[in-house]
């Protein structure tokens, strides 16, 4: 009985030692990490955006044939510091840390990479700054990880919210930010990181709202498109139809991204060597199409207001597409997300204008997310992207015209790095 009762007294007193921790909420510790990674991500981003808009802005008062040699230096440059300074990567090797490399993304490529998209985009490069932002914000919760000494999944899922962050910056969508960073991973296996999400939906709404007001960013569509009314349950038929369209389109893409890749790739010329190439191409492309210069965010509002004829939006689809493929192929650093959005909403154009009776806004919207969707493997991130950036507010048919894209798309991926060790190997 004294034994017994000497027990009970020993697990008092170890119950008394141990600090007081009384939560009966979910909330935790860890929310603030996460929190606080929103915050930074946000500023990074916000800083990022003054930048590139105060770079742009200078650089776009070269008109004419000034943007050949403008656009050639850039490029040169662009190489000179990938050169130099280190090959920052691109999506390709962000997919790979998360997945191979304990979820770790370096931060030492960031000068780097910074330095370059800057040039790159802002000069008129055909591929916009989400990579650049997810590289920057992904490295900086793998570089708060560290601080906090988190390791394995922790980790994983920290280096995870930190993209999601960069994403939802430029997106302006929490939801949608924080799915695309899960579904990039791996198309066939996004729920392997499924654990990931709540820290990169805190990130994510921290960062829009760290974003929003360092740049006055306001609530709404970016994307002017006209208001959608639902005319019947043919619609959704319509909207796949579309999205095949458009899918073939996102094969006539990947295509063009290979073949001139193999073109780059054939020369052995040093990298600042190739992006002057590029810069040049590039130059020459947007002296006779203008309105395919940048990647596309305020490009696309001047190509739904204006009403241009059926032969030049054919001429701004085929080499919109080709400008994509020379700025990714060339060494040039950006993100191909929204000039794909560019390029669906032409294709959208240009269908209403060979079958004036379709309705413009869904054959617009469905070609949008199919194009992306087949090139990208992000069918529920995609649908809500384009849903808040367009103000479109009927997800079926968005998420009918994805899922075509997604089903439709090639075996091998675009983003080789998005298939598992088996596939590979098979």
């Known amino acids: 009985m004294k034994l017994h009762r000497r027990r009970k007294l020993i697990s008092y007193l170890n119950i008394l030692d141990q600090p007081i921790s009384f939560n009966p909420f979910v909330f935790s510790r860890t929310f603030l990490l996460w929190a606080l990674l929103g915050l930074i991500g946000g500023l990074i981003a916000g800083i990022y955006w003054i930048i590139l808009e105060f770079l742009t802005h200078q650089i776009a008062v070269f008109e004419g044939w000034q943007v050949i040699p403008v656009m050639s230096v850039c490029g040169l440059l662009a190489g000179l510091i990938i050169h130099f300074i280190g090959d920052p990567g691109e999506i390709h090797l962000i997919v790979d840390n998360i997945k191979f490399n304990k979820g770790k993304l370096d931060p030492k490529n960031n000068p780097?990479?910074?330095?370059?998209?800057?040039?790159?985009?802002?000069?008129?490069?055909?591929?916009?700054?989400?990579?650049?932002?997810?590289?920057?914000?992904?490295s900086t919760g793998t570089w708060l990880g560290k601080i906090f000494r988190l390791k394995g999944e922790e980790l994983r899922s920290l280096s995870i919210a930190g993209m999601a962050s960069g994403f939802t910056a430029l997106f302006g969508a929490p939801l949608g930010g924080s799915l695309f960073s899960l579904e990039i991973l791996h198309h066939k296996h996004a729920l392997e990181y499924y654990k990931a999400i709540i820290p990169a939906l805190v990130a994510s709404c921290f960062s829009y709202v760290i974003f929003a007001l360092v740049v006055h960013l306001g609530l709404g569509a970016v994307w002017n498109l006209s208001a959608y009314e639902y005319s019947g349950i043919f619609d959704f038929g319509s909207a796949i139809l579309f999205a095949i369209i458009a899918t073939a389109i996102g094969w006539g893409f990947i295509y063009c991204v290979k073949f001139f890749k193999f073109l780059f790739k054939k020369q052995e010329t040093p990298i600042y060597i190739k992006t002057l190439i590029g810069g040049i191409l590039l130059g020459v492309i947007s002296y006779y199409l203008p309105i395919t210069r940048y990647f596309g965010h305020h490009e696309l509002n001047e190509l739904l207001i204006n009403d241009l004829d059926l032969n030049l939006l054919l001429l701004i689809l085929f080499f919109k597409i080709v400008a994509i493929s020379i700025t990714v192929t060339s060494g040039w650093r950006g993100g191909f997300i929204i000039p794909l959005f560019f390029v669906g909403a032409t294709l959208g154009l240009i269908i209403h204008q060979i079958f004036p009776g379709t309705n413009l806004t869904l054959a617009i919207i469905s070609c949008m997310a199919a194009i992306n969707v087949c090139v990208t493997r992000t069918p529920m991130s995609t649908t809500i992207l384009l849903a808040t950036l367009t103000g479109f507010s009927y997800f079926i048919p968005i998420l009918f015209a994805s899922l075509t894209g997604y089903f439709l798309a090639p075996k091998i991926p675009f983003i080789s790095s998005q298939m598992g060790i088996g596939e590979i190997n098979t």
């Open 112 to 138: 780097s990479m910074i330095l370059s998209s800057l040039l790159c985009v802002a000069s008129g490069g055909s591929l916009g700054p989400e990579a650049p932002l997810v590289q920057v914000t992904g």
